[in-house]
């Protein structure tokens, strides 16, 4: 089916072990975004791309790793979770880097112990 | 330094227009102004763009004064699925010279019977 998925939707694990979120979308989108949310705040830009191989900071950067290897996935690496990175992930694609229109995954919901 | 400000939260009633207004003083001659409704453990989604003037579609209105320094969602007659968290977006030109698009801190709307 044609969107965009993330997975897992439910991890837990334990601080210091290294996680992998994946997100697929099957648009052919440039554009893709990892956000992180946290209980009761908004929506906290973490590293976005604008195209295959090309990554960008965004607010939140910090113990957090990505790659942009094809245009479709984007997954974002946490290198040595820390209890301070559990949070909702959602992924994000956008046809236009000016119209602001982003297309969300359902989120990854991250425990860490 | 905020890109966006927004009211913490506001109350309404069924049948009532909503308006919520969005400050974006530091706002680009090439940003648009993009709207985002998020329910509980969902992604946002994706309500109504505008670069000036007045933009309308189904379900909302989007005002930008000429000055484009704030912009006002207004929901016509809200019911009780309106409730909601809503995101005013604007864009912001990254290192790599891309938009990154950073959410603002949201106004969460409780509409009542």
């Known amino acids: 089916d044609a969107g965009i998925t993330q997975s897992p939707r439910y991890k837990i694990t334990e601080t210091g072990r290294q996680v992998t979120l994946m997100c697929h979308q099957t648009?052919?989108?440039?554009?893709m975004f990892w956000y992180r949310q946290d209980l009761g705040h908004g929506l906290r830009l973490i590293y976005y791309?604008?195209?295959?191989?090309?990554?960008d900071k965004g607010e939140v950067p910090d113990g957090y790793v990505v790659s942009r290897s094809k245009t479709e996935n984007f997954p974002l690496t946490l290198e040595s979770a820390t209890r301070s990175q559990t949070s909702v992930y959602f992924c994000?694609?956008?046809?236009?880097?000016?119209?602001?229109?982003?297309?969300f995954g359902e989120g990854s919901r991250l425990t860490v112990l | 330094l905020a890109k966006t400000t927004q009211p913490i939260s506001m109350d309404s009633y069924e049948g009532q227009e909503v308006n919520i207004t969005c400050s974006h003083n530091?706002?680009?001659?090439?940003?648009?102004i993009t709207w985002y409704q998020q329910f509980p453990s969902q992604g946002p989604r994706f309500i109504i763009q505008?670069?000036?003037t007045k933009v309308t579609n189904e379900v909302a209105s989007l005002f930008i004064p000429a000055d484009r320094k704030s912009s006002t969602l207004s929901l016509p007659r809200v019911s009780l699925s309106d409730t909601a968290v809503y995101y005013c977006?604007?864009?912001?030109?990254?290192?790599?010279?891309?938009?990154?698009?950073?959410f603002g801190t949201g106004t969460r709307l409780l509409v009542s019977p």
């Open positions: 648009w052919s989108h440039s554009y």
């Open positions: 977006l604007v864009g912001d030109i990254g290192n790599t010279g891309f938009q990154k698009l950073v």
């Open positions: 791309s604008a195209a295959a191989d090309i990554t």
């Open positions: 530091n706002i680009a001659t090439n940003d648009y």
């Open positions: 994000a694609s956008s046809e236009s880097e000016a119209f602001g229109e982003l297309f």
């Open positions: 505008g670069y000036k």
